[in-house]
């Protein structure tokens, strides 16, 4: 594992450093409005920031500190639920959301950002704290590798791991999704939600037998999540209808992001997804800076 993590450290250095540098958009220089610490007042302290509530409940005067808007604050929903635990090509979908984390970890860090967790399994969910730094994104990253495989049967619930992003109300900043975004789109609601206080961006990590099936004859199909299990007979009948339900759910996906105001990044198990990302950073830096 730390070597594995390693390699894939190196891999999104050596192919991102430097991309978003910058480019922190909606994020302005200045003292900053978001409310931070109280504090006790100090003679020179601009009496506008004076914390009345904190001065009433210890009977000594208080001012509200701000945190500067330069500085990025990222939150990650890592859906780790048991459809994530499939893969039929390079990858497990899995390995491949974790490495969608490490390129977002390396994309918003430095200069003072921070980034934090949300790892749903469906079983549990873990919230790492939002820090800066190397050690911090290093040790975020070994944690999320090694979160225990949620057990067979065991339903993710992606609304409900995006409904705790919201709880408590938290700074202007970045919010990710990545998942499969497989099932219903009842996560539509939270996500809309948060893009009131954060600009958005959904990674949907995709393999190719869920958007077609193969010539194989007949296979026993399973869904993780339920346990369930039936047998097949793949025909080319079946086939056609099976990518045309995936393609309609896949524009389904997309057009619920789409509503949310969420930038809409897709990786594949059997793609080159190290290029995918940097392609959809240049155009989004593209069009920040007005097509030049």
Known sequence: ???????????????????????????????GSEPGESRLYFPGDDVRHMDWAATARTT??????TISDRELETWVVMDLS????????????????????????????????RIGVLVATGKDLVRI?????????QGMLRRVANTPRAPEGTRGDLAAAIEQLRRPPRRRGLAVVISDFLGDTDWERPLRALSARHELLAVEVLDPREL??????????????TGRQREVTITP????????????????????????????????????????????????????SGGR
Request: proline fraction near 4%.
């Open 82 to 113: 048991a459809s994530l635990d499939f893969g039929t090509a390079a990858c497990e979908k899995r390995d491949l959301a974790i490495a969608a984390l490490a390129a977002v970890t390396h994309l918003t860090r430095g200069g003072g950002n």
């Open 1 to 31: 594992m730390e070597a594995a993590l390693r390699t894939l450290e190196l891999t999104v250095r050596r192919r991102l450093d430097g991309l978003l540098q910058g480019n922190h958009l909606g994020l302005v220089p200045g003292p």
């Open 129 to 137: 704290p939002a820090r800066g730094g190397l050690a911090h994104a």
């Open 212 to 225: 077609e099936l193969p010539d194989v004859g007949t296979v026993v199909l399973a869904d993780p999540e």
């Open 237 to 288: 009948l079946l086939a056609r209808e099976f990518s045309a339900a995936a393609a309609e759910h896949r524009e389904q996906v997309a057009a619920a992001l789409r509503r949310c105001g969420a930038a809409h990044l897709t990786l594949r198990t059997d793609s080159d997804w190290i290029a995918d990302v940097v392609r959809f950073v240049l155009a989004r830096k593209r069009a920040w």
């Open 60 to 65: 000594a005067p208080h001012v509200r500190e």
